[in-house]
Antibody, heavy 120, light 106 residues
């Protein structure tokens, strides 16, 4: 059974960089069939797609966040990561990692989510 | 970027009711649309993909329809466990979520 688990600091200071890692177990990140994505949800609000990465290394970002986001993958550790720069309180959210099956299923497997609070 | 407009933002219904939620894309997205159910404190759960294909293990009372720009999620005979928030998502061009519809108990 595929499992995804987010990890990283739960508290980040304003203007700093939010960094999260998603570790995949029960499956391989190294498949051309999948995209691996980050989605966030501010408290009490809806879902926002942040960005996705393909095994080939191709990245896709939400235009509204593109200038601040970098997603990368580490196939040796079966992980992919999110860096969000210059954060403000508006970036406080639960951050999810998820798998998308290219061309068929949008995000079908999700991590449990990680709450990241931006505060001094 | 493709925008997804979901309606209503909330609704009240009773157990046994039929519920309909709509999602409209700002441009044609073929049938590249999915629906999620999310309960408080939990990750979203994929219900429907490809606009009308039921995800494995999802009860048949959930039905998706539509193509192009207009899509519908119908829940037949609403059950107590169906009270939740529902989101649509397009994956035709990048990914965009609708704003969500909260289904509450009347």
């Amino acid at each position: 059974q595929l499992q995804l688990q987010e990890s990283g600091p739960g508290l980040v200071k304003p203007s700093e960089t939010l960094s999260l890692t998603c570790t995949i177990s029960g499956g391989s990140i190294s498949s051309s069939s999948y995209y691996w994505g980050w989605i966030r949800q501010p408290p009490g609000k809806g879902l926002q797609w942040i960005g996705s990465i393909h095994y080939s290394g191709s990245t896709y970002y939400n235009p509204s966040l593109k200038s601040r986001v970098t997603i990368s993958l580490d196939t040796s550790k079966n992980q992919f990561s999110l860096n969000l720069r210059s954060v403000t309180a508006a970036d406080t959210a639960v951050y999810y990692c998820a798998r998308d099956i290219a061309g068929t299923h949008p995000f079908d497997y999700w991590g449990q989510g990680a709450l990241v609070t931006v505060s001094s | 970027a493709i925008q997804m407009t979901q309606s209503p933002s909330s609704l009240s219904a009773s157990v046994g009711d039929r519920v309909t939620i709509t999602c409209r894309a700002s441009q044609g997205i073929r049938n590249d649309l999915g629906w999620y159910q999310q309960k408080p404190g939990k990750a979203p759960k994929l219900l429907i993909h490809g606009a009308s294909s039921l995800q494995s293990g999802v009860p048949s009372r959930f039905r998706g329809s539509g193509s192009g720009t207009d899509f519908t999620l119908t829940i037949n005979s609403l059950q107590p466990e169906d009270f939740a928030t529902y989101y649509c998502i397009q994956d035709y061009d990048l990914w965009t979520f609708g704003q969500g519809t909260k289904v509450e108990i009347k």
